[in-house]
């Protein structure tokens, strides 16, 4: 009886211990998968960080390369200022040139439109004759045998000899010929 009492008791410390065994071992079982299953989620966290990291350093150089461009576009920008303020003092030059040019053109227009006057007047003057004219246009001396008449060249009136001594280049002839003095100081002014 107390064999048989040892032995249901090593039979239940057995059933029991096996029990146990069975239960750890279902557990470490359950851990085992536990741990495959976090393996697994610890491998798609590598692998998403992988990716983030590849991701970064893309970013970084993508970052680089704008940082670069933003220097050469602020450079452009600032070459772009230099060139318009160069072109900005550039136009005023030539703004000013300009107004000079007018200006002298003006001038010329006047001064072309005076000549064109003198010419016209010119043009319309007249030989005088010997017979209508009894004075110098100067002096006012009176021809005759010691004092002889003269035509000037220019204006065509009559003028003694001392009154038309000037020798000038006219509108008509390039060589120099007898003028009067109103005439020598309009043609050599």
Known sequence: AVVSTQSTGMLRLKKSHELEVGRGEAELSG?????????????????????????MTINEATMENLLDERKLLQKSVLDSEDRLSVLSDEKASLSKEL????????????????????????????????????????????????LRKHHCR????????????????????????????????????
Not at 111 to 131: G, I, T, V
């Open 31 to 55: 851990l085992q998968q536990k741990l495959r299953d976090s393996q697994g989620v610890v491998d798609e966290l590598n692998k998403e960080c992988e990716r983030l990291y590849s991701k």
């Open 99 to 146: 107004e000079k040019t007018r200006t002298t053109l003006n001038e010329i227009a006047q001064e072309h439109s005076h000549l064109l006057y003198q010419q016209e007047k010119k043009n319309n003057r007249k030989w005088e004759d010997d017979a209508e004219v009894k004075f110098c246009k100067a002096c006012f001396k009176e021809f005759g045998v010691s």
């Open 154 to 189: 220019n204006c065509g009136a009559i003028f003694c000899d001392e009154c038309s001594q000037f020798r000038s280049s006219t509108p008509a002839s390039k060589a120099k010929v007898r003028v009067c003095g109103p005439c020598n100081k309009e043609l050599n002014p």
